[in-house]
């Protein structure tokens, strides 16, 4: 069955230090990998994405996602974290086979002053 | 500036009531998804879809019904609401031009009571 996780419900990272989100997927053939922010009582907003190419993606607000075909994950991640990072993040996939886009449950990150 | 929009961002309703959830976009998008948002379990898909009077269900399609008449507008119908589906609903929109990248909207809170 076509499935994301997210396997840590928060993540907790001193400000200055590295951050890490992981997600994984189970699909088969090459899906498109996304990553979504949700800052406190606004909308989702796009981070950056997979598609093809070079397994390292760089995106917005200084983040970056490294895309693993052999062990099926694409985990987020930004070298210095900062407070205003704190938010609700979103691993999300579409698979080939149709349009759906299915997101995992999310990782609340909390970066500590 | 891309937009989507929703009708309503707060909405109470009583059990039993048919209630209307309306999305539009500004941006030509094909795709147009309707998702619910709960603590602990993410973004959930109800429907989708790719083009105009076409639909496809997502993972929680019960007890929900939409209708897309123009390529701009896609409408979520609760038939019969329930207390079960207060819920956040969120609606967003993507097209193969921008590789899939989705647009949401605010949001909106409905509570049935």
């Known amino acids: 069955a076509q499935s994301v996780a997210q396997p840590e419900d928060q993540v907790n990272v001193a400000e200055g230090n590295p951050l890490t989100v992981k997600c994984t997927y189970s699909?088969?053939?090459?899906?498109?990998l996304f990553w979504y922010v949700q800052y406190p009582n606004r909308g989702l907003q796009f981070l950056l994405k997979?598609?093809?190419?070079?397994?390292l993606v760089k995106g917005s607000y200084g983040f970056e996602a490294e895309f693993n075909k052999s062990q099926t994950s694409f985990h987020l991640k930004k070298p210095s974290a900062l407070v205003s990072d704190s938010a609700l993040y979103f691993c999300?996939?579409?698979?080939?086979?149709?349009?759906?886009?299915?997101f995992g449950k999310g990782t609340r990150l909390h970066i500590l002053p | 500036d891309v937009k989507v929009t929703q009708s309503s961002r707060y909405l109470v309703k009583r059990t039993g009531e048919k209630v209307f959830l309306e999305c539009v976009q500004d941006?030509?998008?094909?795709?147009m998804f309707w998702y619910r948002q709960d603590p602990g379990l993410g973004l959930r898909l109800i429907y989708f879809?790719?083009?105009?009077?076409?639909?496809e269900k997502g993972d929680i399609p019960e007890g929900y019904s939409v209708s897309r008449e123009k390529k701009e507008r896609f409408s979520l119908i609760l038939e019969s609401a329930s207390t079960n589906q207060t819920s956040m609903y969120l609606c967003?929109?993507?097209?193969?031009?921008?590789?899939?990248?989705?647009?949401f909207g605010p949001g909106t809170r409905l509570t049935v009571t």
């Open positions: 967003a929109s993507s097209s193969v031009i921008n590789s899939y990248e989705q647009y």
């Open positions: 699909v088969s053939g090459n899906p498109y």
């Open positions: 941006m030509d998008h094909e795709n």
């Open positions: 997979y598609i093809t190419g070079d397994n």
């Open positions: 879809s790719y083009d105009v009077k076409m639909k």
């Open positions: 999300a996939v579409r698979f080939m086979r149709d349009d759906k886009i299915i």
